[in-house]
């Protein structure tokens, strides 16, 4: 007896210990899942976010804009409605190319429609001119990104003036509006040296007027003093000689001009203080030029050499005035063709030249060549009759009527016929030469 109670007592404390164990391991043997209660760090939206931001910086682009636009489907209220839009634009930028630019500068256009008072449609308005700037080519090749470019970095600067981007945004337009003149440059120089002077002259108004940054603009204005020197227009030149040394003191140009303006008899200016301070911070300026491996290279590149833009100053934040005609050729009157300025005026205006536009008539009524036609100004007495200009019957007096026989009257016609179809051949002639 003594040894059976014994067992009975061992295994009841056995017993004992295994449902206690079991009851423990049921306690602590799972782990409970992570619920995240609703206004915590964990809300989906937030997941889906960071998820896709991690996708993005890791270059699954692709990837991380369906979670975006998820994001923006499932959740339309969320907090992180605007940072979505905004991540598929950065998204498209990142991973560049014709057509993810284009994409993005479309994004980007989009989130300023949707969100114009946010603090983010600075840097959209931004990042589509970056979009026209990476897409920017060479100057002597297809200039609409360029002019693309220019325009966005003025609205940015016109409507973000205070912003913390600002600066970039000035250095950028500087750097564009350099690749724009350095095209009209070459152009310019083109025809002046093959002699067009009206054809160079047309692009080099253009240039220094808009363009006073530009790294050449001093040889532009040499080049249009020599236009008008030339011309024989030396009020015209004087202006422009006279610019170099105002506005570039530090040129290699200066003392040249100045002999020009003392030959012309015409005073030579001051320096300007704040041009002579912005060409020395230029001289003085860390530029980051180009290697010779990279210069070498750069006709394989489509990109443009913005390494000799300016630093300093305030670029044009106007556009391309549409009513300007510094393209056109003004052509006054009873003198020699010239170019007078970049906006038409009267003739004899100083800086200024009229555009005289003469349009063709009808072929029928211009008069055949070699013949003559007067026209009587009101009030004025006829011309006395002549060999060429003979008297014509007065159709009041039966008298003066003149006898014509059939035979005559056929020839008449036939005559008639004839002139009226050579007067239509040479009036189209004059209109179509060829």
Known sequence: MGKAGSVTKNLKFLSAVLLASLLLGSCFGKKKPNQPAVGTSAEPDKVLYERAVEDVRKGRYAVGRLTLQTLINTYPDSEYLAKAKLGIADAYFKEGGTAGLTQAAAEYKDFITFFPFLDEAAYAQMQVGMVHYRRMEKPDRDRSQGRSAEEEFQIFLQKYSNHALASQAEQRLREVQEIMAEGDYRIARFYYVKGSMRAAAARLLELTSRYP???????????????????????????????????????????????????????????????????????????????????????????????????????????????????????????????????????????????????PGPPGNNPPTGSATTETAPGAAPPAPSAENPPKPDASTPDAKPATDSSQTSDDKNKKKKESSSKKKKGLRKLVPW
């Open 213 to 359: 940054l530009y790294s050449q603009a001093d040889k532009a204005l040499w080049m249009l003093g020599g236009v008008f020197d030339r011309a024989e227009k030396n009020d015209l030149a004087a202006q422009y000689y006279s610019r170099i040394v105002r506005e570039y003191p530090l040129s290699g140009l200066v003392e040249d001009a100045k002999a020009k303006l003392v030959k012309l008899g015409v005073p030579v200016p001051q320096p300007e203080p704040t041009a002579l301070a912005r060409m020395q911070h230029e001289r003085d300026a860390e530029r980051q030029r180009p290697g010779l491996m990279r210069r070498s290279m750069g006709i394989f590149r489509t990109g443009p050499d913005v390494s000799m833009a300016a630093q300093s100053g305030k670029p044009n934040l106007n556009p391309p005035s549409e009513t300007a005609s510094a393209t056109e050729v003004l052509t006054p009157g009873g003198s020699k063709p010239m170019v007078g300025g970049a906006t038409a005026g009267t003739p004899g205006s100083g800086n200024t030249a009229y555009v005289e536009r003469v349009s």
